[in-house]
């Protein structure tokens, strides 16, 4: 009897969960997955390590510190500075960018050799980022206005439950025709996304690989992104994440750009 | 006696023979719909040799595609107005939705990077997003071509007539399928603009094309041909038609092994049937002895032996002398060459056997009357061979003299041989006038080059390639090859490191150079890096930056060019000494290292088939003597052909350089003939005076090997009017050979017999 009223309660609340994810939208999925993906914390330092592997497996790295400050709400207004390690003759290289909801983002990218600021005007948000198979908009996300998003199933990624999102732009000459996104339900962070390309076949693989908790906040720590045409893989690891570091609005300059405070970048 | 017993049995059972024949053929039809061509001309080497090993680690290290069609469109106006950029854009658009096209790597206006600076803002992207619609507008893109050293000669030709769409296909994509679909598209637009659709992939589906209207049309035209000339020549259905199936059984059997072990069929396996077709009248003999020996004997069955019992052994040795001559190619190193020599040996033993089987079985079904009409109508004495005995005459009366003028010709005809080039070109297998051709010329003249090497820069060191003592020394390189007439274009990783520097510095033309440190250079290969598609850096570098590549575009496709490149390389390495090595790659030096394949494996062939014949005709005459005087027809045919070949400056390409271990293999048919039949002619009449035996021979077996020769020539002047110049120099060079050695052995064989009569019958009971 009491297995009886365990077995009613367990299904009663599967029923409920279950039925309560689905009463989410597609959109307001989005929502939660660029809120939990992308803005977690005030602030985020991470140490990165990108592996670029081609097809035939030669490899380029490229190592950099990450540091992120949202300003107001998840999907708001973000601030970037990135600072590079590797490889040797970029060190002190540091790359800046103020991104902006449903506006071109602002990018400076300073050349120490000739100590020089430029500005980059990003005429393309598909374009490579530092030569991986990510894209800008890959690393600093898509403005989730840009497309249509509809709830396609509910499946099963090793032990994450995932709702599958299917994401269509609506541009027209965007390069991909839409993606699939398995959405954790748990933590809402992207398990694996499928890019298809105009003739409708899948050609790009992102996969998160590892999760792990950090200060609170679910953080996927490994990830790549595979693109199944030119056979180059990146993978992207962070060595060490921190999330409200505290960083304080004057870094984003281009004074801070040129000559980085050491404490952000050690 | 074996023979002997396979030729009764087959007169005794004839109708099992034809039978027993007619089932293994179809047995070989059914193999015949697994048929698939080889086109790819990297297939004329194993994929084990070391340009193909080496070509495909470049591939890979530098992220490079097999296969490229480039889509060409000029107006005679220019392109630079809106309407022909906005079709280059519609196009391009619709290019990128075809399946099998590597979108990615597409180069066009609207795909290829072009970084510049405005103010103090770097931009990156797209050289066009929209056809410019004002005239300020095209002045600034008519500046960011014309300033960027990257896109002249690439998509846009100097003049500005002239741009290129790059299409890449993914490995596997079908390029006949692109191209159609490339072609569909610009069908949809009108305008002044000319469309050149060209590309390897391109010219080996139209070679493809045309190797199949070889087999399916040109082939079937000279078996016409050549029936219809046998028919003229003896005026006989049956026997033009026996022999036209001998040849169809063979052609059937070894197309069908061929296709049934998987092979598939190359441009010189392709001509086999043609050849196939003209060995299958060496049966002939057969017939025309058999004519005379009807009149003779009257009894058919007995004529049949007889006949079969005179003419076996120069039959089954020229059948032997045949197949060696094509069993050489075996030893070839050009896998094309290899297939088709045994394919044709292995169809000439067919024929021999069928000789023995197939055709005395066909005799049996003919009436006797119908023989008795035609063998009636086989006079020695009449029509050609009165001029044969002339011919033959003519050489027994004044030997000293012909053979004098022989000399003389052979030692013209080395001089000629001494001006002969070696050399292959791949599009010029195309006719004048073709579409492949014709866009070829076109491309050529107007940007950078179609035929493609590759030089790389081989460092022991990571991150070498980024000092600028390497970068200088590979900018002095490119300026050194670019002095050759041969190339058109050249690009490397320093023109993106210089074209960055420039914009940089504020499009200031002074810093279109190299940068003086290691470290600028590094920064600026990965601002590159952060704004350009990954594979642009990728083919021109490796990752580690030990290696850099070199594009050498060339503006032709003689294999002769890439020799002067590496040539050039070589000289500026002995005066800029470096740490570096420089390996040419790409298909412009596969071209070249298969050009030189061609010429050893002629010298090579040459020498085996040279042996292999006087062996046969050693054995065959049992004497070296007699092996001697039939060997030199043979040679002064060969060398007269290749003096011609020398003087007209036709290039010495694989086609021509297999004919010579051919023509030896199938001329020598014509001296067995001659002096086995010859010889047995003065042991059957034993008074007859020499020249008096000379003058049977040239008029009775001679009559046979004009005819041969005139139906080999029938069937290979088919050929000169081929779509494909391969087939055409093969047709000439078969009909020259075959009439000029016909010429020469009824010529000169009993003018050097004349001459050395006492030296050959020394020791012979005459």
Same mark, same amino acid.
């Not at chain 2, 298969?594 to 062939?605: F, I, P, Q």
């Not at chain 2, 040679?635 to 350089?657: N, Q």
């Not at chain 2, 004009?706 to 391969?726: D, E, H, S």
């Given at each position: 009897m009491k297995k009886i009223f365990l077995l009613a309660a367990a299904l009663i609340t599967v029923v409920f969960v279950s039925g309560h994810v689905h009463a989410m939208t597609a959109d307001e999925i989005m929502k939660k997955s660029q809120a939990a993906f992308l803005y977690p914390g005030a602030d985020l330092k991470a140490r990165v390590m990108m592996k670029l592997v081609s097809k035939g497996g030669q490899e380029r790295v490229r190592e950099m510190m990450m540091l992120r400050k949202n300003y107001g709400q998840p999907g708001g207004e973000q601030k970037y500075f990135m600072y590079f390690f590797q490889p040797a003759d970029v060190r002190n290289m540091t790359f800046m960018v103020y991104k902006y909801p449903g506006k071109d983002a602002d990018r400076w990218l300073f050349v120490p050799a000739i100590n020089m600021v430029r500005r980059i005007a990003a005429q393309d948000k598909r374009s490579s980022f530092v030569g991986s198979d990510f894209t800008y908009e890959d690393i600093s996300g898509r403005n989730l206005e840009d497309d249509t998003h509809a709830v396609v199933k509910d499946e099963k990624i090793g032990d994450c439950d995932c709702t599958v999102i299917k994401s269509t732009p609506k541009a027209a000459e965007m390069e991909y025709s839409y993606k699939l996104s398995w959405i954790d339900k748990g933590t809402f962070l992207p398990i694996k996304e499928e890019y298809y390309d105009k003739k409708g076949e899948l050609y790009r693989v992102f996969s998160a690989d590892e999760i792990k908790d950090v200060k609170g906040h679910p953080t996927i720590i490994k990830r790549s992104m595979k693109n199944l045409l030119s056979g180059h893989m990146t993978e992207v690891s962070f060595l060490k994440a921190e999330y409200n570091v505290g960083i304080e609005d004057s870094l984003f300059t281009e004074r801070y750009l040129k000559q980085p405070p050491k404490r952000w970048i050690e | 006696m074996k023979k002997f017993s396979l030729v009764e049995f087959s007169v005794d059972h004839p109708k099992l023979i034809v039978a027993l024949s007619i089932i293994l053929t179809l047995l070989f039809l059914t193999q015949f719909p697994k048929v698939r061509t080889d086109t790819n001309p990297k297939n004329m080497l194993p994929p084990t040799s070391d340009v193909r090993v080496g070509n495909d680690e470049v591939e890979k290290t530098f992220g490079l595609y097999e296969d490229m069609i480039v889509l060409g469109i000029q107006n005679e106006k220019g392109i630079l107005n809106s309407d022909t950029l906005g079709k280059v854009q519609r196009i391009t658009d619709e290019i990128l939705k075809i399946k099998g096209v590597a979108a990615r790597d597409v180069s066009s206006f609207t795909t290829i990077d072009n970084v510049t600076v405005e103010g103090e803002t770097l931009k990156v992207g797209p050289l066009m997003i929209m056809a410019p619609k004002t005239d300020k507008e095209m002045a600034v893109m008519r500046k960011a071509l014309f300033e960027n050293p990257l896109f002249i000669d690439r998509i846009i030709s100097k003049d500005g007539k002239t741009t290129a769409i790059y299409v890449p296909l993914e490995k596997g994509g079908n390029g006949k399928e692109i191209a159609d679909k490339i072609r569909e598209i610009i069908k949809t637009e009108k305008g002044d603009e000319t469309y050149y659709v060209a590309g390897d992939p391109v010219a080996r589906d139209t070679f493809g094309a045309d190797m199949f209207k070889l087999m399916a049309v040109f082939a079937p035209i000279a078996g016409m041909v050549m029936l219809l000339v046998r028919f003229l020549m003896f005026k006989d259905l049956f026997l033009s038609m026996t022999l036209m199936m001998d040849a169809m059984i063979s052609i059937v059997w070894s197309m069908g092994l061929l296709i049934g072990l998987g092979f598939p069929i190359h441009i010189m396996s392709s001509m086999a049937p043609v050849f196939m077709m003209a060995i299958a009248t060496d049966s002939m003999h057969i017939f025309n002895e058999f004519y005379f020996r009807y009149r003779e004997k009257k009894d058919k069955r007995a004529a049949i032996i007889a006949?079969?019992?005179?003419?076996? $052994?120069?039959? $089954?040795?020229?059948?032997?002398?045949? /197949?060696?001559?094509?069993?050489?190619?075996?030893? =070839?190193?050009?896998?094309?060459?290899?297939?088709?020599?045994?394919?044709?040996?292995?169809?000439?033993?067919?024929?021999?056997?069928?000789?023995?089987?197939?055709?005395?079985?066909?005799?049996?079904?003919? @009436?006797?009357?119908?023989?008795?009409?035609?063998?009636?109508?086989?006079?020695?004495?009449?029509?050609?061979?009165?001029?044969? &005995?002339?011919?033959?005459?003519?050489?027994?009366?004044?030997?000293?003299?012909?053979?004098?003028?022989?000399?003389?010709?052979?030692?013209?005809?080395?001089?000629?041989?001494?001006?002969?080039?070696?050399?292959?070109?791949?599009?010029?297998?195309?006719?004048?006038?073709?579409?492949?051709?014709? /866009?070829?010329?076109? =491309?050529? @003249?107007?940007?950078?080059?179609?035929?493609?090497?590759?030089?790389?820069?081989?460092?022991?060191?990571?991150?070498?390639?980024?000092?600028?003592?390497?970068? $200088?020394?590979?900018?002095?390189?490119? *300026?050194?090859?670019?002095?050759?007439?041969?190339?058109? @274009?050249?690009?490397?990783?320093?023109?993106?490191?210089?074209?960055?520097?420039?914009?940089?510095?504020?499009?200031?033309? &002074?810093?279109?150079?190299?940068?003086?440190?290691?470290?600028?250079?590094?920064?600026?290969?990965?601002?590159?890096?952060?704004?350009?598609?990954?594979?642009?850096?990728?083919?021109?570098?490796?990752?580690?930056?030990?290696?850099?590549?070199?594009?050498?575009?060339?503006?032709?496709?003689?294999?002769?060019?890439?020799?002067?490149?590496?040539?050039?390389?070589?000289?500026? *390495?002995?005066?800029?000494?470096?740490?570096?090595?420089?390996?040419?790659?790409?298909?412009?030096?596969?071209?070249?290292?298969?050009?030189?394949?061609?010429?050893?494996?002629?010298?090579?062939?040459?020498?085996?088939?040279?042996?292999?014949? +006087?062996?046969?005709?050693?054995?065959?005459?049992?004497?070296?003597?007699?092996?001697?005087?039939?060997?030199?027809?043979?040679?002064?045919?060969?060398?007269?052909?290749?003096?011609?070949?020398?003087?007209?400056?036709?290039?010495?390409?694989?086609?021509?350089?297999?004919?010579?271990?051919?023509?030896?293999?199938?001329?020598?048919?014509?001296?067995?003939?001659?002096?086995?039949?010859? *010889?047995?002619?003065? &042991?059957?009449?034993?008074?007859?005076?020499?020249?008096?035996?000379?003058?049977?021979?040239?008029? $009775?077996?001679?009559?046979?090997?004009?005819?041969?020769?005139?139906?080999?020539?029938?069937?290979?002047?088919?050929?000169?009017?081929?779509?494909?110049?391969?087939?055409?120099?093969?047709?000439? +060079?078969?009909?020259? =050979?075959?009439?000029?050695?016909?010429?020469?052995?009824?010529?000169?064989?009993?003018?050097?017999?004349?001459?050395?009569?006492?030296?050959?019958?020394?020791?012979?009971? *005459?």
């Open positions: - | 006949t079969m019992n005179a003419v076996s $052994r120069p039959v $089954r040795n020229t059948a032997l002398a045949t /197949a060696a001559g094509f069993g050489v190619l075996l030893f =070839m190193n050009i896998i094309p060459v290899k297939v088709f020599g045994g394919l044709v040996a292995f169809g000439t033993i067919v024929l021999r056997v069928l000789s023995f089987s197939f055709i005395p079985a066909m005799f049996t079904f003919v @009436k006797d009357e119908k023989i008795e009409k035609i063998s009636r109508s086989e006079d020695s004495e009449a029509g050609g061979s009165s001029f044969l &005995k002339k011919l033959a005459g003519l050489g027994i009366r004044k030997p000293a003299t012909t053979v004098l003028v022989g000399v003389v010709l052979v030692v013209a005809a080395i001089i000629g041989i001494s001006k002969t080039v070696v050399n292959n070109n791949l599009v010029e297998w195309f006719k004048k006038g073709s579409d492949v051709r014709v /866009a070829d010329t076109v =491309m050529n @003249k107007a940007l950078g080059g179609t035929s493609l090497g590759y030089i790389v820069a081989i460092s022991d060191k990571d991150d070498y390639i980024k000092t600028p003592e390497a970068m $200088r020394y590979i900018e002095g390189l490119q *300026r050194r090859l670019e002095k050759l007439p041969v190339v058109g @274009k050249t690009t490397s990783v320093v023109d993106y490191v210089k074209r960055i520097n420039r914009v940089l510095h504020n499009d200031d033309p &002074k810093y279109d150079a190299v940068p003086e440190n290691k470290e600028m250079i590094g920064q600026y290969l990965f601002l590159f890096a952060m704004s350009a598609k990954p594979s642009d850096l990728d083919n021109v570098a490796d990752y580690p930056f030990r290696k850099a590549n070199i594009w050498v575009q060339l503006k032709t496709w003689d294999a002769k060019a890439m020799e002067s490149v590496i040539a050039a390389v070589d000289e500026y *390495r002995k005066e800029n000494p470096t740490l570096m090595v420089f390996k040419p790659a790409g298909i412009a030096y596969f071209n070249l290292v298969w050009n030189h394949e061609v010429l050893w494996d002629m010298v090579k062939g040459l020498i085996l088939a040279l042996i292999a014949v +006087f062996a046969i005709l050693a054995y065959d005459f049992r004497s070296i003597k007699w092996a001697l005087i039939g060997y030199i027809p043979l040679l002064f045919t060969i060398i007269l052909i290749y003096g011609v070949v020398g003087f007209v400056g036709k290039d010495f390409d694989m086609p021509i350089s297999v004919m010579s271990c051919l023509s030896l293999g199938m001329a020598v048919d014509f001296a067995i003939h001659f002096v086995s039949r010859l *010889r047995q002619r003065m &042991k059957e009449t034993p008074g007859e005076s020499l020249a008096d035996a000379l003058l049977w021979t040239a008029a $009775r077996p001679g009559k046979g090997i004009m005819r041969n020769a005139i139906l080999f020539a029938a069937a290979f002047a088919v050929m000169l009017f081929a779509p494909l110049t391969p087939y055409i120099t093969v047709g000439a +060079f078969i009909v020259s =050979m075959m009439l000029l050695s016909a010429l020469m052995t009824i010529l000169y064989l009993p003018a050097l017999i004349t001459l050395t009569q006492g030296w050959l019958f020394k020791g012979e009971v *005459r």
